[in-house]
């Protein structure tokens, strides 16, 4: 559990093998380019990646649309199917060798692109029928075709609709102009009008229609009201055929998910190769490189080059001490699900100890403390155990968060057991170790306050005592000994006296010579690191570094007392517990079949909800304690995680490749 050593590779080579050599180093997995520097007499490829990414969108574009109308076509039809899904596995043989089915893949892409067009015109085609038919609808009762309602020489003739509000003022209206007549076809929501008036009094019959809201008949010819419908009606049917047969021919190419996906990812890795070559030098016949390697691979890396070529120059050398390697962690399967975690806060930087395994622990513990219970626990560590081994991406965010989760709840069931806590009541048969959080009291330095407030100050003073030490051993693996111990060890020893006091102090310990013996050891390593606070200053910053470490206990205090937040988030969620248990039970036990299924309700949902919200503060608050009191007394950070060439993968995961 470390931080990989990091070698630096440089490669001379020619050009034309540039692509080959650059699969081989991606094959390996191992290989991250960096920024080469300036070489005399080289330059930077003059290469344009736009037309590549031009392409690539087309793909994504291609498969966006694919899967949409897929996962549409499921959805009306029932169909569950995994094709959808990302993170499956694919041999490094068949990623490499997508590239030669580009032909084979731009049909599928055009086919994908003409059904698209074809459906949206198809969509347009049915909207304009349906909104069509709304307005034949109107017209159904008109058993005389639309061709008779045509102008002679003397009289013009209208039909249309007029809003029900308007039916009485155009009556009346019209009634008011002699030469002028109206039959009511049918009436409703929209009227229908069939108007008559002589051409002398077309202004006027103009204006009422007008004013009432007439809107002609849109349609015309030999067709009555309802052949009109009939045969809008059959347009529709037909249009819907066409969908449903369009939808069906894109749901057929549903098995070009997975080939589309592939391809998709090899046309990015070909992508991350163009745009690398704003990192490359070049000469006339040859091209520079500069990578990372991780020590371990670097007999791969050898191996890898000379399997393409004879014809290159390559050397690997320790990165310079200006310069800041990329940081690969080497971690087990369960304190990688932890990483993420520091990743938040800050990537390790590559010459520091790895603080992964260590704060692993405490995030562990601190959560169960939190949760405290043993039901929580059990169904934390199922639920999030199951999540965990159902993705089999070991990469997958989810996958690690149900990791830390699963743990958590291992240690959520440990301190339950202490606690005697399961759904917030205690088991009659199962002994009571730890103080009850709602109740017991301790005298602390003759002042009573919460047992378990005292449990988690002295939980908190361990972990600082324990940050101390990683300061120490930090600086010891910088090669500072003397920083070690003043900055590190001495404090550590000054968390240890502060620990022991504080135990000394609850009279319940009955340990009066543990708080004398804590306080001598915590007031020695305070006056050694006053001593050597100002190692390295001159005299008056001797001084005034001595006295910042006496002023320093301040903040030490403040970072004791902020652990009293696992105390109250463990309070809060230990009474909501207890309240919902109690009510259920008295509901389910009272007799009532009503209140018994309300009961059981308010146990199924009380519960859920409580741990939810338990989860949610325990996750953040946790996290807070690791960043803040925890990291600050010996974390760096500021580093960058290690992406060799080839990793990032949009949809597919790739099996590793065998050299």
């Not at 759904?423 to 301790?442: E, H, K």
């Amino acid at each position: 559990m470390a931080i990989a050593e990091m070698k630096k590779f440089n490669l001379v080579a020619m050009s034309y093998e540039r692509d080959t050599l650059l699969n081989a180093l991606q094959k390996t997995g191992a290989v991250e380019v960096k920024l080469h520097g300036e070489e005399a007499y080289t330059t930077v490829p003059a290469e344009n990646a736009e037309s590549l990414r031009e392409y690539v969108g087309r793909m994504e574009s291609a498969l966006a649309l694919l899967s949409a109308a897929t996962e549409e076509y499921n959805a009306q039809n029932g169909i569950r199917s995994g094709l959808l899904k990302d993170g499956f596995e694919v041999s490094y043989s068949d990623f490499m060798s997508a590239g030669s089915r580009r032909a084979e893949t731009d049909a599928v892409a055009a086919r994908i692109e003409t059904l698209a067009a074809q459906k949206s015109e198809l969509s347009a085609q049915l909207s304009a029928v349906e909104r069509a038919i709304r307005e034949a609808t109107a017209y159904a009762a008109l058993d005389i075709p639309f061709s008779s309602f045509s102008d002679t020489a003397h009289v013009c003739i209208r039909l249309g609709t007029v809003p029900a509000s308007g039916k009485k003022e155009l009556e009346q209206a019209l009634s008011e102009i002699p030469p002028a007549d109206f039959r009511v076809i049918a009436d409703g929501e929209n009227c229908v009008f069939s108007v008559f008036y002589h051409k002398c009094v077309a202004q006027e019959a103009e204006a009422a229609l007008s004013a009432a809201g007439f809107s002609p008949c849109p349609f015309s010819g030999g067709e009555t009201g309802a052949e009109r419908l009939a045969a809008l009606s059959e347009q529709k049917r037909k249009i819907r055929h066409d969908i449903q047969a369009n939808e069906y021919a894109m749901y057929e190419m549903s098995d070009r998910i997975r080939p589309l996906k592939v391809y998709c990812d090899y046309l990015g890795y070909q992508l991350e190769k163009a745009d690398l070559a704003e990192k490359l030098r070049v000469t006339e016949r040859t091209f520079l490189l500069e990578a990372y390697v991780p020590a371990a691979a670097e007999n791969a890396v050898r191996e890898a080059v000379a399997s393409v070529t004879e014809a290159a120059y390559f050397e690997f050398s320790d990165p310079a001490p200006e310069e800041t390697p990329p940081t690969l962690t080497e971690n087990n399967a369960v304190v990688r699900n932890f990483e993420a975690i520091t990743n938040m806060y800050s990537v390790p930087n590559s010459r520091e100890v790895d603080p992964n395994a260590v704060m692993a622990f405490f995030y562990s513990v601190f959560m169960g403390f939190i949760i405290g219970d043993m039901g929580y626990g059990l169904i934390m560590l199922l639920l999030g155990g199951a999540v965990y081994f159902r993705i089999r991406d070991a990469q997958s965010g989810l996958k690690r968060l149900s990791g830390v989760f699963a743990i958590g709840g291992i240690f959520a069931v440990f301190w339950g057991i202490l606690f005697n806590s399961l759904f917030g009541r205690a088991l009659p048969f199962l002994p009571t170790v730890m103080p009850n959080p709602q109740s017991d009291m301790w005298s602390f330095a003759g002042v009573s306050v919460p047992a378990v407030l005292v449990i988690s100050l002295l939980i908190g003073v361990f972990q600082l005592l324990v940050g101390y030490f990683c300061r120490a051993v930090q600086e010891w693996h910088h090669g500072h000994f003397w920083d070690g111990v003043c900055d590190g060890l001495i404090w550590a020893v000054f968390s240890l006296g502060a620990g022991l006091a504080m135990v000394g102090l609850v009279e319940e310990a009955a340990l009066p010579l543990l708080a004398k013996a804590g306080g001598i050891l915590a007031g020695g390593a305070l006056v050694l690191a006053m001593l050597t606070a100002g190692r390295k200053e001159k005299f008056a910053g001797k001084l005034t570094k001595g006295f910042g470490a006496v002023y320093g206990i301040i903040n030490y205090a403040s970072d004791i007392l902020s652990y009293a937040r696992l105390y109250g988030l463990m309070l809060s969620g230990a009474v909501i517990a207890q309240i919902v248990s109690d009510y259920s039970i008295g509901f389910i036990t009272g007799g009532n079949p009503a209140l018994a299924v309300l009961g059981v309700v308010l146990m199924l949902v009380g519960h859920a909800f409580n741990l939810v919200m338990n989860l949610l503060g325990a996750y953040i608050h946790d996290a807070r304690l690791q960043y803040v009191e925890f990291y600050g007394k010996f974390f760096e950070g500021e580093g960058e995680l290690f992406s060799p060439l080839g990793s990032r993968h949009k949809y597919v995961r790739l099996s590793p490749a065998n050299f």
